[in-house]
Every structure is written in structure tokens, then in C-alpha cells.
């Protein structure tokens, strides 16, 4: 999330939420055998080899197949934005709870299935479910990356009350020591991917085989803040074995976990957009400014939309005025790149003014008037878009990579 207030290579970026995908699934995964080994005081290698590849296989497997059924509802059944929404909300739900049962990988199942799902929904949802989604989805994860925390200050009490043994300094202590050796581990395995490409490049083709020197792995061993997952995963150890003893250390682990969240989020939460600044990373990849490459392609696209309603609908717009306004405000587009979008402030100051005296005259009119509410309202809409308009680029780019539509 702090990658969207900084600017930073995008391959950098891409690097990171992939990486962070797949060490929240992998460390699951063994993070479930760890409390397989603990409850049980058993761990047979060659039965969690076997076991551990059942889920990963078929986890993503189970999520595909879910997730390629939930596609075709989509496509087939007669569905609307809110019926759209509501079967994403429970996509997630069916592809887990399907590969819980047969015993495989919840959380890869519902990664898979949710990527799949990413990749296609131009092909099965509508333009207005997207919009309306990416609002929904983002609030929902706002809310449930707050409630779990709420969950972990609700508990810190009991959680304090339990290191009677062990002591809240020590306790505290330990949590420094192993929030030092996770940073640590981090950064050392930045550098050493790096090491190993930059020997694999000598043998095999690799996706860059440039040096990126020392500002990117550090960056990428820096950003290895714990979150919400961490705390889940914490929060789910039992409180008693099978056998109905308590489960060794469980407030200590939590506590610690606890620690670990609160110094990597304050630390390297609050210094890695310094860091990111002070490091001046340029990006290889796009070195046309992003506001520039943004008017170049609606530019690009306005043409080709001109050039295609020219070509296949001239008699139309002999006939139909409103596909000439259409076509003429294309045209402009095409020449300048610019629209009603992109306003100066003094000139962004001026609509939303004017937006504002008909929000105002729209109300005192239906309280004067008897005006059916429904037409009110979608007068009332089309204002809030239009106040929407003047700050569409930021939101767009607000936006950008959170693509779960």
C-alpha cells in the first residue's frame, strides 16, 4: 500500500506484490505443517513431501476449476452489477472452502482462481460492475484488515497476562531479536536472488539480465513489512493440543508476532518512502513520463475510434447529430489529447462551483416542487460524476493495481 503514494520502477513494484503473493501462500502452507508437527509431536518428511505437493497442486488446481465455473455463472445466468458483486464476494469462499475439503491448499486455490478470475473479467463482467466492484472490494478489505487488528488489541491484555513466566520485558526483547534476524534474512536474500540471476544469466535466459546494483535489492529487503497475514496466521493456533493441554508458548507467539508487526510497520513503514526518495531508482522499462504516455495512448485511441466510426458508420453520422458531436470531440482528442478531464486548478474551480449552484437549485427545486424523487436522484448522480470528472486521472491512477475487477 505505500508503494502507491511513492513512485518506484514498476517492474520493482510487480517484483514485490508477486513475491508477497507467493510467500503468503507458501508460508501457510508450512506454517500449517508446523502446527500439524506440534499438536502431534510426529513429522514423517517423506508424508509431508508427499502432502505438501497435494496441496500445492491441488490448490491451484481446485481454484482454476472453481474459478473457470464462476466465470460461466457470470456469462450465463442473468445477472446484474449487484448480483456481479455479490458472486465475487463469494467466489473467494467457494474456492477455498471446495479445496479445504478434499484436503489441498485454501489460500493457493483461492489465488489461483482469484488471478484467473483477474485476467478475464473483461470477457464476463460489465463495465459497471467493474467500477462498482473495485469501490467494494476496497472498502471490504479496509474494513477486514481493520477488524483483525482490533481483534489482536481486544486480545493483548489476555495475550500480556499470559507471559507471567516469561516476563513482558524479555517477552519484548525476544521480539526485537527476531524482528533484527527477519530483516536481516530479508535483505541477505534480496541480494543473493540477485547473485544468483546475475551467475543463471551466464547459462540460461533470464527475464533481465542487467545488474541492478544495490539500490534495488535493498529496496526489495527493506520492504518486507508484517501485516495482516502474519497476524492471522498467529491468531489461528489452537489453544489446546489434541491431547487437551494448553498449546506450549501460544501468548508468547503472539505477543512476539505482535512485536514484529508493530516495529516493521512503524520502521520500515514510515522510512521506506524516504528510502525510496533518497535511492532516485529511474525505470527501464518506461521512460516516457506516465502523464505523457497516458495523453499519447488516449490520443492513439481516440484515432482508432474516429478512424473505425468513419469507416463504419458514415451514413449514420449524415443522419445523426449526436455521432458527429461524438466523432468531432474524437477528433479533437486525437489531435491534442487532452479533454474535459485534465482542468487547471482556477479552471476546476470554476466547474465545481458551478456544479455545486446546480446541486443546490436541484435540491431547493424539489423541496418547492413536486418532482419525482427518482429523477432528482439520477440528476443528483450525474453531478457527483461530473464532480468526479476534474479528478478522474488521480483516481485512475489510484486505481492501478488494484485490479480486482
Keep these: 500500500a505505500i508503494l502507491k503514494f511513492v513512485k518506484v520502477p514498476r517492474r520493482f513494484s510487480s517484483i514485490l506484490e508477486g513475491e508477497s503473493l507467493l510467500n503468503d501462500a507458501s508460508s501457510l502452507i508450512v506454517f500449517r505443517f508446523a502446527l500439524i508437527a506440534a499438536a502431534t509431536g510426529q513429522f514423517v518428511w517423506h508424508e509431508a513431501a508427499l ?8 490448490g491451484v488446481g481446485i481454484g482454476i476449476g472453481v474459478g473457470y465455473i464462476i466465470m460461466k455463472l457470470h456469462k450465463f445466468l442473468p445477472t446484474d452489477t449487484n448480483a456481479d458483486i455479490v458472486l465475487s464476494l463469494l467466489s473467494p469462499y467457494l474456492m477455498y472452502i471446495a479445496a ?4 489441498s491448499s485454501g489460500v493457493l486455490a483461492v489465488v489461483s482462481g482469484g488471478l484467473l478470475l483477474s485476467n478475464h473479467r473483461l470477457t464476463y463482467l460489465s463495465s459497471s460492475s467493474r467500477l462498482r466492484g473495485v469501490n467494494v472490494w476496497e472498502s471490504l478489505s479496509f474494513v477486514l484488515n481493520g477488524l ?5 488489541g481486544l486480545d493483548l491484555p489476555e495475550i500480556t497476562s499470559g507471559l507471567e513466566k516469561t516476563g513482558i520485558w524479555p517477552a519484548i526483547g525476544y521480539g526485537l531479536i527476531i524482528t533484527l534476524v527477519l530483516v536481516l534474512a530479508r535483505v541477505i536474500s534480496a541480494f543473493a ?12 535466459t ?16 527493506w520492504s518486507g513489512m508484517r501485516g495482516v497475514v502474519s497476524l492471522a496466521a498467529a491468531l489461528s493456533i489452537p489453544v489446546q493440543l489434541d491431547d487437551g493441554s494448553l498449546f506450549p508458548q501460544r501468548n508468547l507467539i503472539l505477543f512476539i508476532t505482535f512485536i514484529v508487526i508493530l516495529v516493521t510497520l512503524v520502521l520500515q513503514g514510515l522510512t521506506l518512502p524516504w528510502l525510496i526518495k533518497k535511492m532516485d531508482m529511474h525505470d527501464p522499462d518506461y521512460i516516457i513520463p506516465e502523464d505523457e504516455m497516458y495523453n499519447k495512448v488516449r490520443k492513439e485511441l481516440s484515432a482508432q475510434a474516429l478512424e473505425y466510426i468513419r469507416t463504419n458508420y458514415s451514413t449514420q453520422m449524415e443522419t ?4 458527429r458531436q461524438i466523432a468531432d470531440k474524437w477528433q479533437a482528442t486525437a489531435a491534442t489529447g487532452n479533454d474535459e478531464v485534465f482542468m487547471d486548478d482556477a479552471t476546476k474551480e470554476v466547474y465545481r462551483d458551478v456544479l455545486n449552484r446546480q446541486r443546490e437549485w436541484l435540491i431547493a427545486k424539489n423541496k418547492t416542487e413536486n418532482i419525482d424523487e427518482g429523477i432528482v436522484r439520477r440528476h443528483l448522480l450525474f453531478l457527483d460524476i461530473e464532480m468526479g470528472k476534474e479528478s478522474g486521472f488521480d483516481l485512475l491512477r489510484s486505481l492501478n493495481g488494484n485490479q480486482h475487477f
Design 193 to 204: 536472488a540477485v547473485i544468483v540471476t546475475l551467475v543463471a544469466r551466464n547459462f540460461i
Design 320 to 323: 445523426q447529430p449526436v455521432l
Design 100 to 103: 479445504e475439503e478434499v484436503h
Design 206 to 221: 533470464v527475464a533481465d539480465p542487467t545488474n541492478p546494483g544495490i539500490r534495488a535489492p535493498m529496496l526489495l529487503g
Design 51 to 58: 502432502s505438501f505437493t497435494w496441496m500445492v497442486l491441488g
Design 148 to 152: 483483525v487488528f482490533m481483534f489482536i
